[in-house]
């Protein structure tokens, strides 16, 4: 059932009740349940006295820990990971209480993946770390053989969000620990609580003292110390905004940044496709988390053939959700938003595409106490409205109808981001096909939302969705630095062939060698062997 532009201005007249998530005074950070208000916990707080000493022990202690053999390091990750498995419980209601997410979105989008990942990397650390020797790309050169090998950066960095504060963070040190790199953990202020709960997890695990730190570091200070301090990377997971500044910061002393900006991700639904599949897709996609997933539905671009069947899927779904306060009986499917002010950009993103003509096709009816916001389906919406052009983060899916999927490809990339997309379709080459034009950094088929819980797939985006990559082999090399060894095999070599002195042999042999590999012709070919074999002889010479 649709609302009327008049039912949505009334519940503006008529806010919800809604609070501060966290303070910081007093040099402590105070946690509250944004569903319902009361304190979480209190987490002390880091100044550049405690960031100085924390990078001092890590330069210490990263020395051993680089020389000690991978698969020496995969056994505290496998302890890591054990210990979240018997304290599931327990750090579910953490992040529950401190994000506002329900137990069960925690346990499926935050512990089960990380308990996959730790099992991932754990296991295959060793082949990632692994030498790779080169093959020669000339026979003249097979002599010079190259090997590349992952090094470890030092002491890295990990900046971490509040939508996913257990699950992000948590993939990005156990690489970087992998790796062979001391890691320094500062979470979002949000979220303080999970980022005592991650500490306590690694702790556990009887890691070496000074390899992994937690530091609650204040918000204003974080993003000029830890460069101050000589980190040797960043990983930084948060708004495009913060991101920039970060790699502004960064540039004064050249330290690589690995970023992940967010997203308004396009989901594109084909004529053929699954409708039944798709809504119940976009429904997950667009609404878990509270709306709060950088890799979430936003805008969804539908063939007007399967327009109004899709529709109608969509809505009975929609308002068939549970928005309720997280609790132990996990009846509901969606629970509160993280901060006052992400519900203030809802309601303003809303408004905005209401104002333009947009329509409120669905709704989900939350709470008014607490920093909840109802699962809004907007429809008639065009990219004039902050909806489509914006990352909205909260629980609203902009459904738009198009003509063919040519159109719906343009309107996916009509986007300064570029995080994640998927493409709905029972046809899976033309699936293949369409995420070949999407301008992302993941495109998934029949699926979206679930590609960050893949520990073998590398994750990121495109266009200001960020910089780098992280998961998989290729997140993984990220916390390594390249460095090639080339080691000249060939006996009894006193010199290169180009090495002082020169002289006309010596120029004439070189160009030899071109026309020997390269010569248009046979006779050419012919006569710089000659040269080449004229000259060959001084390698063995002093």
């Known amino acids: 059932m649709s609302a009327t532009i008049h039912e949505f201005e009334k519940k503006q007249d008529a806010p919800p009740v809604q609070h501060d998530v966290m303070t910081e005074e007093d040099g402590v950070t105070r946690s509250y349940d944004p569903a319902t208000g009361e304190l979480v916990g209190e987490s002390r707080q880091d100044g550049m006295r405690e960031l100085e000493e924390a990078m001092r022990k890590a330069r210490i202690a990263q020395v051993d820990w680089a020389k000690r053999p991978v698969k020496e390091r995969a056994q505290y990750i496998l302890r890591v990971r054990d210990y979240i498995v018997a304290n599931a419980d327990r750090l579910a209601q953490i992040i529950s209480r401190d994000n506002g997410k329900t137990r069960t979105d925690a346990l499926a989008t935050e512990l089960l993946p990380a308990t996959m990942a730790a099992s991932y990397y754990a296991s295959h650390a060793e082949e990632f770390l692994a030498p790779e020797r080169l093959a020669p790309g000339n026979p003249l050169m097979a002599n010079k053989v190259s090997t590349i090998h992952r090094v470890p950066f030092?002491?890295?960095?990990?900046?971490?969000?509040?939508?996913?504060?257990?699950?992000?963070?948590?993939?990005?040190?156990?690489?970087?620990?992998?790796?062979?790199?001391?890691?320094?953990?500062?979470?979002?202020?949000?979220?303080?609580?999970?980022?005592?709960?991650?500490?306590?997890?690694f702790v556990a695990s009887g890691l070496p003292e000074g390899i992994f730190t937690f530091l609650n570091l204040p918000v204003p200070m974080a993003g000029e110390a830890i460069f101050e301090v000589g980190i040797d990377k960043l990983f930084f997971t948060g708004s495009v905004r913060v991101g920039k500044l970060l790699m502004r910061n960064a540039s004064e002393t050249l330290t690589p940044v690995s970023l992940e900006l967010g997203g308004n991700d396009a989901m594109l639904v084909c004529e053929d496709a699954d409708l039944d599949r798709a809504a119940a897709g976009a429904t997950w996609a667009g609404f878990q988390n509270a709306g709060q997933s950088c890799a979430g539905v936003e805008r969804v671009y539908v063939h007007e053939k399967a327009y109004d069947a899709f529709i109608d899927k969509l809505t009975e779904r929609v308002e068939a959700l549970k928005i309720g306060v997280p609790d132990a009986s996990h009846s509901f499917d969606i629970g509160s938003m993280t901060t006052a002010r992400q519900v203030k950009t809802v309601e303003a993103h809303i408004s905005d595409a209401v104002e333009k003509g947009a329509r409120i096709q669905a709704r989900a009816e939350a709470p008014e106490?607490?920093?909840?916001?109802?699962?809004?389906?907007?429809?008639?919406?065009?990219?004039?409205?902050?909806?489509?052009?914006?990352?909205?983060?909260?629980?609203?899916?902009?459904?738009?109808?198009?003509?063919?999927?040519e159109e719906a490809i343009a309107f996916a990339n009509d986007s300064d981001l570029g995080l994640t997309g998927s493409v709905w379709t029972r046809d899976h080459r033309k699936g293949h096909l369409i995420a070949s034009k999407i301008k992302a950094g993941v495109v998934t088929i029949n699926d979206h939302l679930m590609t960050h819980g893949l520990?073998?797939?590398?994750?990121?985006?495109?266009?200001?969705?960020?910089?780098?990559?992280?998961?998989?082999?290729?997140?993984?090399?990220?916390?390594?630095?390249?460095?090639?060894?080339?080691?000249?095999?060939?006996?009894?070599?006193?010199?290169?062939?180009?090495?002082?002195?020169?002289?006309?042999?010596?120029?004439?042999?070189?160009?030899?060698?071109?026309?020997?590999?390269?010569?248009?012709?046979?006779?050419?070919?012919?006569?710089?062997?000659?040269?080449?074999?004229?000259?060959f002889p001084r390698t063995f010479k002093k």
Not at 169 to 191: I, Q, R
Not at 378 to 400: I, K, N
Request: charged share 15%.
């Open 154 to 201: 030092g002491v890295i960095a990990v900046f971490s969000p509040w939508n996913y504060p257990f699950a992000i963070p948590f993939a990005e040190v156990v690489m970087g620990l992998l790796a062979g790199n001391a890691v320094m953990l500062k979470v979002a202020s949000e979220t303080a609580m999970v980022g005592r709960a991650l500490e306590e997890v």
């Open 455 to 535: 520990a073998e797939t590398p994750w990121g985006g495109f266009k200001n969705s960020g910089i780098g990559r992280t998961h998989g082999e290729i997140g993984f090399e990220e916390m390594t630095q390249p460095q090639v060894v080339v080691d000249d095999i060939l006996p009894g070599v006193k010199k290169n062939m180009w090495w002082h002195p020169h002289g006309p042999e010596v120029y004439e042999g070189l160009k030899g060698v071109m026309h020997m590999l390269y010569g248009a012709s046979v006779k050419e070919r012919v006569s710089g062997t000659a040269a080449l074999l004229k000259l």
């Open 369 to 405: 106490q607490g920093c909840f916001a109802p699962a809004t389906v907007l429809v008639d919406v065009d990219h004039s409205m902050q909806v489509m052009q914006e990352e909205t983060f909260g629980p609203v899916v902009a459904v738009m109808k198009v003509k063919s999927m």
